[in-house]
């Protein structure tokens, strides 16, 4: 995976709350059993005219510039809430998000980012608000930064934002860390546990399929 | 101090501390979709891993297959058909158990999971499917997983998590006639709203839970994601134990009293302390509809269409605002006698044997009002054919109801069907999101019993005003 330390970058605001992963990828966008081609389904709903088209609806935002180059994405409470599908993730980072901030977001979601290269940082409502009032300004010139190895966001007027993310989620992002891997380190910890569990919960424990 | 439930199974769990409450967790059982689960099991394929005790993955057909009669691999999605034969090879390569097409096995996963013993009291269990908190209905720690979370459960059998805090909400007093854990579920999110349980695990409690036969447990414990909730349980007790004994994969008869013992000691301590507890009295609840795109955006059958203005926070203004433009509504109209095109029964929420009853018993000798097209789609090929066995079948055939083969059919697109342009849907699953159900579809939802009124009426309907026949 892509490692993530800091990023300076123009940042899209879509203010809306509960934003829902049916939203940033329709399940009609999701044709086929791969991680790839899926930005161009991004947000499909808002973005094109009618469903199944590709004409752009010049008032959604990411079809403006220079919101078209936004690595960063600003919005409401719960975004990527709903379904699990992984698709929202992967279609948000092929078409270039690298961070999202919001006040919050859908569990399975946020466990999607860290593993997928997208930092999702939490700043409260007023704080993005504000991020948003001044990218607005000036787009282009006023870019925000994510700074992950200091967990600061940096605003256009260049005050600083403290954030938190789990420790194992900023090691993952910041080292760019396969998961597999740093979980089979624990590996005889783990035939261990399962030696004792079959005694202590052998109902668990089903017999090998023939 | 007292322990809850959570905190037991968390311990019970837990393989390794990683530090910032973080556990390597055991994970009992995984169970995966052709949707999903092909891309999990392609990504581990291509890394040249192994799934790590097959005998304990199961699969099954249910997002992308086909829900009419005489169906094949083919879908009315394009390139569906791959998502079908992909899994098919992957999960006989894997060497994990699948319910494929044809199988009387087959169905939604979170139907198949508990029906088949899979989910049981403690287990924990994950899936690539954000509904996974459904069978937390049986006292199971399940949650829902992204794709490659469900190679590394697959690939290592645990998973990293940082523990959720506690939330305990006791519904309490009886329900009245007609009012059903559905609509318990969309009260409670309707006045709390989407993202009211975020951060924490919930075990649902009181009276009124404790009263609920399981199937309903589940019903409750389905939405859970829709509050926002890492997942939902309710504590196991002897209607579980007797719902759950003799299921295919359920312990036997060999390991079922040891297994009983050790549920007896899963509930919350009395003594246990929750970050969090609500109280909600049932006993005054009408039946619940949705009118907007968020599953919070409900209210009673009886009530009126709320007007923005009065919102007082400017998001949810802006966004009652637009749910509104989407759902073709204006501010104050009454909800019931709304015009609808169409009524959906089916979905993991309420696509069980005990749904099909309800709904069955307000449609019996009635029928479906004309320009209304009305589905039911059962949970599982099981729950279909246990249907026509006691003559459900018929009943819906009779008051002009399509009657599906099992799967998620219009609970979303993903099968290639929609629901048409702004037409207005009353259906029993649990995402009234735009365009979840077709490109522009106004979702409400509902109880099966209320959607089954409703397509009687060929409007939004109090299914009370109805009484039911024999
Ligand atoms: S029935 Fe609907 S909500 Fe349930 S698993 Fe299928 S698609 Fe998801």
Redesign the interface.
């Known amino acids: 995976m892509e490692k993530f330390t800091t990023l300076t970058a123009i940042a899209a605001p879509l203010l809306r709350i509960n934003i829902d992963t049916d939203a940033i990828i329709p399940s009609r966008e999701m044709k086929r059993v791969s991680k790839e081609g899926l930005s161009e389904g991004l947000f499909a709903g808002w973005r094109y005219q009618a469903p199944g088209s590709r004409e752009e609806n010049p008032d959604f935002i990411l079809n403006r510039e220079p919101y078209r180059r936004a690595r960063i994405l600003l919005s409401g409470i719960n975004f990527g809430c709903g379904s699990s599908r992984e698709h929202a993730v992967w279609a948000l980072h092929e078409w270039g998000v690298r961070a999202v901030i919001a006040p919050s977001f859908g569990a399975i979601f946020q466990g999607n980012c860290v593993r997928n290269g997208i930092v999702p940082v939490v700043l409260d409502n007023l704080t993005v608000e504000s991020l948003a009032r001044q990218v607005e300004r000036d787009p282009e010139g006023n870019q925000v930064t994510v700074d992950l190895v200091q967990c600061l966001v940096i605003a256009p007027d260049a005050t600083g934002h403290g954030f938190q993310l789990p420790t194992a989620d900023r090691e993952m992002l910041l080292e760019g860390l396969d998961s597999i891997a740093v979980t089979l380190k624990l590996d005889d910890e783990i035939l261990a546990f399962r030696d004792r569990d079959r005694t202590r919960r052998p109902w668990i424990y089903l017999p090998s399929s023939p | 101090m007292g322990r809850t439930i959570l905190d037991k199974l968390w311990a019970e769990h837990t ?2 501390e ?5 556990s ?1 967790l ?1 994970i ?1 059982r995984i169970f995966l979709h052709e ?2 689960g ?2 999990a099991l ?2 581990l394929e291509a ?1 040249g ?1 192994r799934v790590r005790h ?3 993955v199961f699969c099954t057909m249910d997002h992308i297959v086909d829900t009419t009669a005489g169906r094949t691999d083919d879908t009315r ?3 569906g058909r ?2 079908i034969t ?2 098919r090879a992957s999960a006989r390569a894997a ?1 994990i ?1 699948l319910f494929d097409l044809g199988d009387d096995r087959q169905g939604i996963v979170h139907v198949v999971s508990p029906e088949q013993g899979i989910a ?1 009291p ?2 924990t269990l994950v899936c ?3 509904h996974t908190c459904t069978l937390g209905g049986l006292g199971a720690l399940a949650w ?6 469900g ?2 459960a697959l ?4 998973l ?1 998590v ?1 523990k959720p805090k506690s939330m305990r909400i006791r519904f309490e007093g009886a329900l009245p006639p007609r009012v059903y854990a559905k609509d318990l579920i969309l009260h409670l999110i309707s006045r709390f709203g ?2 009211g349980g ?2 924490y695990a919930i075990e649902f409690a009181g009276s009124a839970v404790r009263a609920l036969p399981v199937e309903a447990r589940l019903t409750l414990c389905n939405m859970a ?1 829709e509050f ?1 909730a ?1 997942t939902g349980i309710v504590a196991p007790d002897e209607l579980t134990f007797d719902y759950v004994r003799g299921r295919p ?4 008869p060999d ?1 079922w009293e ?2 009983v013992a ?1 549920w007896r000691t899963l509930p919350s301590d009395p003594d246990a302390v929750f970050d969090w507890e609500l109280e909600v009295d049932c006993s005054q609840l009408a039946p619940q509809i949705t009118w907007g795109t ?1 599953p ?1 955006q409900g209210t009673g059958i009886d009530a009126r269409v709320p007007d923005p203005a009065t919102e007082t926070d400017a ?2 203004r ?2 009652a605002e ?1 749910a509104l433009q989407y759902m073709g509504l204006r501010p104050g109209i009454p909800l019931a006698g709304l015009p609808i095109s169409a009524a959906f029964i089916g979905s993991c929420t309420n696509s069980r044997l005990s749904d099909l009853r309800e709904a069955a018993g307000v449609l019996r000798g009635r029928h479906v009002a004309s320009g209304v097209r009305a589905i039911c789609v059962p949970g599982s090929s099981l729950v279909k054919k246990a249907a026509e066995a006691e003559g459900l079948d018929q009943v819906f055939r009779d008051a002009g109801f399509e009657w599906r083969e099992s799967g998620c059919s219009m609970c ?3 099968g290639g069907e929609s629901f048409g ?1 702004e037409e207005r849907v009353v259906t029993s699953t649990n ?1 009234n ?4 159900q077709g ?2 579809t106004r979702s409400h939802l509902a109880s099966p019993a209320t959607v089954a009124a409703s397509a009687i009426a060929g409007a939004l309907a109090d299914v009370r005003e109805l009484p039911p026949r024999v």
């Open positions: 393989v390794a990683l530090g910032d409450a973080t390597l055991y009992d949707r999903t092909s891309v392609k990504g890394a891993r097959p005998e304990q999605m394009p390139g791959d998502f992909s899994t060497g158990t049981l403690g287990v690539p499917d954000s829902g997983i992204g794709s490659t979370e190679e590394h690939a290592t059998k645990t990293a940082r989407a993202s975020a951060g994601v926002g890492w994969f359920a312990p036997g390991q040891q297994a050790h968020s919070q998001n949810r802006q966004s637009r979303f697109y993903a342009l995402r999101f735009e365009n979840r490109p522009r």
